[in-house]
Structures are given as structure tokens and as C-alpha cells.
């Protein structure tokens, strides 16, 4: 996204993509570059931007969770100096703290999602029911005497020594080793 001098303002050029529910925003705070190049943190400038402004073309996109983002598309959009948030080329320094925050907002909201859903589980294995018992005391998988003994062994160091010794892999035996420890995580 890149903002060029124009008379007493900017001229945007660009698009955003992922813009968290961005169709329905009634300003956007848009960062594009005014000098540099991409990567440096110096030369980003936030602007704020009437979404009805001419030139902006917006397209609402579905994601897999219950969120709505958009694509915004700026074609020569005039923005004028009164809209530029801080100072021109350091908003790299406003940004970073209010994504900061915003990362921790989603980290925390993770975490009682989490929460939540591992309650839900252990409270579905104490009530649900099979063969007479909850299913929370039913014993899990077990592995065999076998399976243990090749769980003990890495696989790395099995690896090196046929490789040093030229001994045929066996794709077999890899392949039963990992159905045991996929089965041994059960237990």
C-alpha cells in the first residue's frame, strides 16, 4: 500500500486484504507506506479514511470462523493532511502497540475457549454412557509389549545405524510403530 504527496494531502494507492469486519467500519485506519521500503519500520503512515471515500471499493469475505473481514481496494484515493494519525512516516510506533494489545486480546480469548471446551469434554465422559459404565472410566487403549518395547527406541539413532551398516529400512516396521504410538497416546 503506498501513499504518495499529493497538494495538501495523500494520494492511497493499494489494497488491504483480511480486514476484520472491514464492511461494516464507519473509518478505517489504514497503513501505507510514504517512504522507504517494505520491511523498514520508518516511512509507514497511518491515515484515517472514510470508507465512502471515492476510490474505495470494499468486498466482504466469509472466514471459517464466525468473523466477517473484508478486501479494500484503493484507487487514487485523496486523503487530506487532516487525516494523518501522528506523524508522517512514524506510525510504525502507534501501530505496533495497538496490534500488541490486540494480539493479547485474541491470546486471552483463546484461552477461555479452550477452557471452556475442555469442560465441556470431561463433563461429556462423565455423563455419557457405554457398556454400563461413563466412558471417562472405560480404560483407554493399551499397548503391546512390543509396541512399548519400540516406543523406547528413537527412531533417529535406528536410522543412523542402518545407514552406517547399509541395512535395508523396513517400511513395515516404521509403519507399525507409528500406529502403536499413535494408539500409546490413548493410554
Known sequence: MQAVRSGNGFRLQGDKAFV???HTADLLIVAARTAGTAGERDGLT???VDPKTKGIET???AMV?????ARIKFDNVEVDADGVLGEVDQ???LLEGVLNIGRGAVASEMV???EEV??????YLKERKQFGKAIGELPAPRCSRRCRRSMR???MPVRRWRLRRRAPVRPRRWRFRKACKCTAAWA
Open 20 to 22: 476484520i469486519d472491514g
Open 46 to 48: 497511518l491515515f484515517l
Open 59 to 61: 468486498e466482504r469475505t
Open 65 to 69: 470462523d464466525a468473523h466477517n473481514a
Open 91 to 93: 506510525g510504525y510506533q
Open 112 to 114: 477461555g475457549l479452550s
Open 118 to 123: 475442555f469442560g465441556r469434554t470431561v463433563g
Open 153 to 155: 527406541v528413537s527412531r
